[in-house]
Each structure stands twice: as structure tokens, then as C-alpha cells.
């Protein structure tokens, strides 16, 4: 997306474009809140952060739909928020609490949310990718009106699960969005040590599927190739592909001394941070002044701060419970 193609959006809308700055921030300060947490050891287990991507969930989110299904990986609470999972219910499954989406035993890597139609939250890498196709397949044979998107990391290429979902859903012509986050890491993997293509777009093009670049740092310009490639698979035009190019500002996960890149490197890409550059891009336009920027900030850290107060007076599930749940309660009728 050019400078000119941002001042326009920034100029015809806005209010849209401080909205979606906003979000990225919601996303931002959740996670700060949670590597808090979790040094203070309130959050236990895994914790992988999204910081430096807010841009690709952002402006993917902004495109879809109540009705379309939503399925990611373990990097995946700026996800959920976006998604419409309440904050304290995110943070409450993060703490193993019992007010949480999934009662605490899902934690950091499965959030799930039916209401919202949020999949989860899987830690298998590619394994959500399988997921959304049997979605999408429900949806086709059903005859509703809905998409499935599909985010995954760039590790996920190495998987069978990858090559055998998008052949399904380009075969069968499923209404899925797959959206790579390619942030060029996979653990401490570069992706040019483990594959001799690294053009994810042009390898998922093989399978006969629309599929393109998008410069997942620009939250307008990921909103605006989302926007085109949910109107094709809505328009019966078969699955899409989109491979957004972005970058982690930290480390894979709270373990990860980070040995595989150069810090230069991570600086270089700081200085396209996806809220710094919008918030500045607004700010050159006249269009955020310092009153509404403090103001955005206030309202998200109280969105955060309130949803650490939820987590923190919430309650383990009782011993009793633990075994329910592991067979449906349903009775045959
Ligand atoms: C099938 C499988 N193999 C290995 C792992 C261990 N593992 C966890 S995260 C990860 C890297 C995935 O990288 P990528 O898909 O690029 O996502 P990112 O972490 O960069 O968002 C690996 C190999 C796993 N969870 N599942
Ligand atoms: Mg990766």
C-alpha cells in the first residue's frame, strides 16, 4: 500500500482507521499484561505472544462476518479478543480459572469460544488447518452462507496437514481463507533453512488457489486484501489464500534465547511497528491528536486492567469436576 493509498483511507474514514488502530493496541497491552503475569507466575504453562503481528489479525478480523468461523494457532489471545472473546474471559483462562473460556483447562494456547464461533486456539502446528476445511465443508454441504478463516504460521508449510488441506479445499471448492502469518520463524528455524521455495503464496498457488502477498505490518493494507479475498469466497469464487508477510518482536515463546536471529535484525523490523506507523500516519493527517491518543489508551488499560481484576478473584474448578466433560452428557434420546 502506498503513502497515498493510506492518506486516502486515513482521509475518507477516520474513525474506521482510529478503530483499528485501537484494536491492535487492545491486542498489544493484553499480551504486556499477560508476560506481567506470567513473571509474577500468575500464568503458568506455555505463553506465546503475538507482539509486532496485531496488524494481520486486525485487519482480517475487521473483514469477516458474525456468521464465519474463525480457527488459529497457540499465538492466538489477540486473535480471540478480536474476535469478540470478552478480556476477562481470556484472561481468566490464562490464570486456569474456572470463569475462563474454557473453564481453565484450555489456557493460554486453547482459547475456544462457540459463541463466537472462535475454533480455537491449537497447538499442533497445521492442526487447524484440517479443522477449518471440515468447517467449511459443514458449511458448503449445509448450504449456509459462511466463511472459515484459517490463520497458521509459516511452519506450518513443512506439515502434510498443510499440502492436504488446501488441495481438499481448492478440490472441493470450500469457502476458507488461509491466512499465513509468515513472521520467517518457526521456533528457532529460519524459513529459508527448511524450505527450498520460500514464496508461501506462489507454493499454495501449485493447488490451483487464488493466493497473494500482503504486507502484514499495514493493518489497511491486510484489511483491504482480506476484504477482497472473503468477497471472492463469499461470491462461491473457491478458497483464497493469503500469505502476510510480518514479524515477532519476541521471543518464540517465555523459553527462548533467541540465538537464531541477529538483534539488528529485530530492531530493523521494529521500526515498522504496526501501531507506531498507523498512529503516526493518523497523526500526520491531522486526524488523532494527543487528547484522543491518551484517551484510546486509557479505555484499552482499563479494559485490561478490569480483566486482571476478573482473573484474579476467580476460582479454581472444584476437584470433583475434573472427570466431567470427558463423555458427553447428552442422553440418547
Ligand atoms: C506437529 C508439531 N510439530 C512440532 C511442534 C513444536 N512447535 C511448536 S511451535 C513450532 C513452530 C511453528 O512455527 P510457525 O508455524 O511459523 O508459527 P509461529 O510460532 O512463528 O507463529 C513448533 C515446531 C508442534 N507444536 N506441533
Ligand atoms: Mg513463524
Not at 449445509?142 to 490463520?151: A, E
Not at 472441493?172 to 527448511?194: H, I, K, Q
Not at 462461491?236 to 517465555?254: I, K, N, Q, V
Amino acid at each position: 500500500m502506498t503513502d497515498e493509498q493510506t492518506a486516502a483511507a486515513i482521509v475518507s474514514d477516520p474513525e474506521h482507521v482510529r478503530y483499528l488502530l485501537r484494536q491492535m493496541v487492545r491486542v498489544r497491552r493484553l499480551e504486556e499484561a499477560c508476560v506481567e503475569q506470567y513473571s509474577a507466575a500468575k500464568i503458568r504453562g506455555f505463553l506465546h505472544v503475538y507482539i509486532g503481528e496485531e496488524a494481520v489479525a486486525a485487519g482480517v478480523m475487521s473483514a469477516i462476518g458474525p456468521d464465519d468461523a474463525v480457527v488459529a494457532t497457540y499465538r492466538e489471545h489477540g486473535h480471540a479478543l478480536l474476535r469478540g472473546v470478552a478480556a476477562n474471559a481470556i484472561m481468566a483462562e490464562m490464570y486456569g480459572h474456572a470463569e475462563g473460556c474454557c473453564r481453565g483447562r484450555g489456557g493460554s494456547m486453547h482459547l475456544f469460544d462457540a459463541a463466537t464461533r472462535f475454533y480455537g486456539g491449537n497447538a499442533i502446528v497445521a492442526g487447524g488447518l484440517p479443522l477449518a476445511v471440515g468447517l467449511a465443508l459443514a458449511d458448503k454441504m449445509s448450504g449456509r452462507d459462511r466463511v472459515t478463516v484459517c490463520f497458521f504460521g509459516e511452519g506450518a508449510v513443512a506439515e502434510g496437514e498443510f499440502h492436504e488441506s488446501i488441495n481438499l479445499a481448492a478440490l472441493w471448492d470450500l469457502p476458507v481463507l488461509f491466512c499465513c502469518e509468515n513472521n520467517l520463524y518457526a521456533m528457532g528455524t529460519a524459513l529459508d533453512r527448511s524450505e527450498s521455495q520460500t514464496d508461501i503464496a506462489l507454493k499454495a498457488s501449485g493447488y490451483a488457489i487464488a493466493s497473494w502477498t500482503v504486507d502484514g505490518m499495514n493493518v489497511l493494507a491486510v484489511e483491504e486484501s482480506a476484504r477482497r479475498a472473503i468477497d471472492a469466497v463469499r461470491a462461491g469464487a473457491g478458497p483464497h489464500f493469503l500469505e502476510l508477510r510480518t514479524y515477532r518482536f519476541r521471543a518464540h515463546s517465555m523459553f527462548d534465547p533467541e540465538r537464531y536471529r541477529e538483534k539488528t535484525e529485530v530492531e530493523r523490523w521494529m521500526e515498522r511497528d504496526p501501531i507506531q506507523s498507523l498512529r503516526s500516519a493518523l497523526e500526520t493527517h491531522g486526524q488523532l491528536s494527543a487528547d484522543q491518543w491518551s484517551a484510546l489508551q486509557r479505555g484499552v488499560d482499563e479494559e485490561i486492567q478490569a480483566a486482571i481484576t476478573f482473573a484474579e478473584n476467580g476460582t479454581l474448578e472444584p476437584v470433583e469436576e475434573l472427570t466431567r466433560f470427558v463423555y458427553s452428557e447428552r442422553t440418547a434420546p
